[in-house]
């Protein structure tokens, strides 16, 4: 069954246009005198709330060893199949037997879905605020255990965009810190 | 025959058979720790409780037997025996088990190299609490060495006994034992018998829970990452079934894998731990061939070519050396290249060990001695101390690999052959003595039939894919042998089966479909 539809037929008034460009210069004027929303990236830097998920960190106990057991929870939960980890015996008397002798995320294949995160028994692998980790080259986008734990030294007192000198931080995180 | 129900289902069983056999026959799972079908029933972990009517009190259904009952007592006038696996309260008494058994347990599957196949575990997540109501401290101990490759974490050991039971009945060494009473007790070796038997490593296998560790395997890898391969141990002419746990072309660790016709339950340190020896291995991987300076590598076109040359122009005097560490199809194809005239090295032997319980590890190192006899059958035992050697222009010989070393007799033969070809996975004692080495596979790559010494053939499977341009070892001279003939190549293994099949009477109903996880014994007729 077929349904007709009949076409709007346009007024003397719509024809006019000009109506409809007063409306729409109100819009404009209204937003013209509000508060500013755009930020002037990269020279000002968009703070993340709490629960971002972004680039991993590996947390490390107030002594310094390090939280993972190696126990590749994470990586069988990932979606993506983009955690590599090699365990070994840990070198600490600590009672934690294990500990990861290697650990890398390939950071192009995450979808920073937050599942490491959640599985992980030791709260050992978090997902930071950090957005901004482009990189030139693929390989520069593994980042291994080193790096993780670096991005922890960075980013466990205090939001990383937060940071007084934030701007010039990011510069360093994106080339030598992987 | 008694019929005992069990749930909804009725099953007519065996006189004699506990309620936990026919349960387990059947599919039915009823959790349980310290049956094990190789050892004595102790019914002491108290898991397998069941509800058997007419019984005031629940049963351990694996020292429950299914007995006959006069006709005029039998329930509803038919069954022997009626079973409740699934009552309330059996429910309620596994979860009490599982607590009681959690008490002391650190929960610390994440550290814990059983996880993923631990019956711990996989119970307390079944049947358990999801929440613990114990507010004490644990008990803690300290792990423990009770033999050089065997850790103890007293902390998950849930008291079974099956590991000392494993010690009396099947290695009847009897090292291990319960120290101590109640709450005290604990696993236990003396300090002047360890635990270092060579059936050791079957203690960590049949541990239900991760308290016993083999020092090989632990903190190396996640049970789950890992592949897992039905094959056939190669380092004795037993032929225990294991399944190679590998991942990434790298094998982790051997398993023994059930065959009641072969091994049962267990398998050796020797086999367990013998992959280890391939890995540090430089694998051969292209062909190679003796000039002026010494091997250089060449092609397979070219190796082949020159190999087939040297073969027409050898006439008569051709002969082939088997190898009884090669698949029974191996053997075969060069039999077949040279025309049966075919010897073999002296054989790789060791002391033959026998347990009470009827284990057996074989004196023989070599794994298939019984399928190359039977299809050489004009074989020559230790070749060069029995054979005329200036008649022989052609050798080809497989190498039987990594532990072979050569004696001057063999050595001094060799070098007066004109032409020698050996076909070996590694520059070994034997490779050396060549005028050109063909890469074949090495002991886990290979895909045949091997027969142990019992006269089962068994299916052997590849764990970890061919190396480089190394070829299969039925093939290679399957190659030469066409060529030479002018004939056509076969194309897999299952036609060099085939083939062997119809030379070989006592193989001619054997296919790999037919073989499965648990081979076949041969028909008898190649004794003849
Ligand atoms: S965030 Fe998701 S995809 Fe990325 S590593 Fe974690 S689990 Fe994998
Ligand atoms: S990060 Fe957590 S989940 Fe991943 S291996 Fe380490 S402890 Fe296990
Ligand atoms: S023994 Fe089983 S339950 Fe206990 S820590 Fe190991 S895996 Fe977990
Ligand atoms: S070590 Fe394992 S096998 Fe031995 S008693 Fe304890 S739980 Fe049972
Ligand atoms: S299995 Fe029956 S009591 Fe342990």
Known sequence: MATIVKSYEPTFWDRLYLPALAKGLAVTLKHFFRKKITIQYPDEKYVPPDGYRGLHRLNKYPDGKIRC???EMCSAACPADCIHIIPGPSPWEDGKERFPVRFDIDLLRCIFCGFCEMACPE????????YDFSNYT??????DKEGLLGVYELTKDTNYYSRPNAGQDSEALTSDKF | MPIVKIDDTDFTVEKGTSVLQAALANDIEIPHYCYHPALEIVGSCRMCLVKVEGMPKLQVSCNTFVGDVPSDKKIDGKY???????DELVQQEQKNMLEFLLLNHPLDCPVCDQAGECDLQDYAFKYGNAHSRFEEDKRVRPNEYLGSQIVINHNRCILCSRCVRFTREISGSSELFVEARGYNSKISVLEEKPLDNLLAGNVADICPVGALLSTDYIHKNRIWNLDKQPSICQDCSVGCNVDVFHQKDQILRLTPRENHSVNKFFMCDKGRYGFHRFEEIERLTVPMIMSEGGFIETTWDEAIEKTVDELNGAGKGIAGIASPFHTNEANFMLGRLVNGNVGTLPPITSEEINYPSGFRISGDRSPNRHGMNDVCP???DDFASAVERKDIRFLYLLDDGIDRELNELWKGMLEKIDFVVVQSYAMTDVSKCADIVLPGQAPFEREGTITNDM????WLRPSVTTKGESRPDWEIPMLIQSKHAGVEGLTDVSSVMN???KDFAAYSDITFFRLGDQGLPL???AEE
Do not use: F, H
């Open chain 2, 455 to 458: 006269g089962r053939v068994q």
């Open chain 2, 523 to 525: 028909n008898g007729k």
């Open chain 1, 138 to 143: 693929r390989d520069d986008l593994l980042i």
């Open chain 2, 378 to 380: 004009s074989i020559v």
């Open chain 2, 499 to 501: 083939e062997m099949g």
């Open chain 1, 123 to 130: 709260e050992a692998i978090e997902l930071t605020e950090i």
């Open chain 1, 69 to 71: 057991v190696a126990c």
């Open chain 2, 80 to 86: 022997d025996m009626v079973v409740s696996t699934q």
